[in-house]
């Protein structure tokens, strides 16, 4: 495979529930894009490595790393590390979501119409039983969206699933880490 233009990474850990949905929807995207989907996976003891070896083995756009530091950060960073050579965006998805088939296409033409470097979108959350759903709906309030003010006076939402220009994220951090 070329270089990606868009590398895809998802953290996981224990997402045996939710890997393969967003793994379809990564996938799909990936095609249309000339993209790379990315699975770090923070030692999960379910059976999310095994989904994704599985589909990995059947797709060539899958791969699976282990993230030892376990956090998302720490793997986001491992996969640019060794996948992102070359790629113009990194999209970040989280792997317990569920996404609309057009996301990341309309992400990447947001990027584009705006020239903005990172477009980060407010997710809605949605809960099963009664502790998740209080959860969810405390993440969907006016505490849960964090809203901040550009320079421009337009409105940026800082949430977790994003695409960014793949160097964005290093000159915003100061030259390297996620």
Do not use: K
Not at 4 to 13: E, F, G, N, S
Not at 71 to 87: C, I, K, T
Not at 152 to 176: E, F, K, P, Q, V
Request: hydrophobic share 45%.
């Amino acid at each position: 495979m070329s270089e990606p233009h868009v590398l895809i990474v998802i953290p996981a850990l224990n997402e045996a529930r939710h890997i393969d949905g967003v793994l379809t929807f990564a996938v799909a995207f990936a095609a249309r894009v000339n993209g790379l989907v990315v699975v770090a996976d923070g030692g999960s003891l379910d059976a999310t490595c095994d989904i994704v070896r599985r589909r990995a083995a059947a797709d060539p756009l899958i791969r699976l790393i282990d993230n030892p530091g376990r956090l998302q950060s720490a793997g986001m960073n491992l996969a640019v590390d060794r996948f992102g050579d070359g790629a113009e965006w990194l999209l970040r998805l989280d792997a317990h979501s569920d996404y609309p088939a057009d996301y990341g296409d309309a992400l990447l033409a947001e990027a584009q119409r705006t020239g903005a470097d990172s477009v980060v979108v407010t997710m809605h959350a949605e809960g099963q039983g009664f502790l998740q759903q209080v959860i969810a709906e405390a993440q969907n309030s006016r505490l849960g969206q964090w809203r901040v003010g550009t320079p421009a006076g337009g409105r940026w939402s800082l949430g977790g699933s994003r695409a960014s220009r793949s160097d964005a994220d290093r000159r915003l951090s100061g030259g390297g880490r996620l």
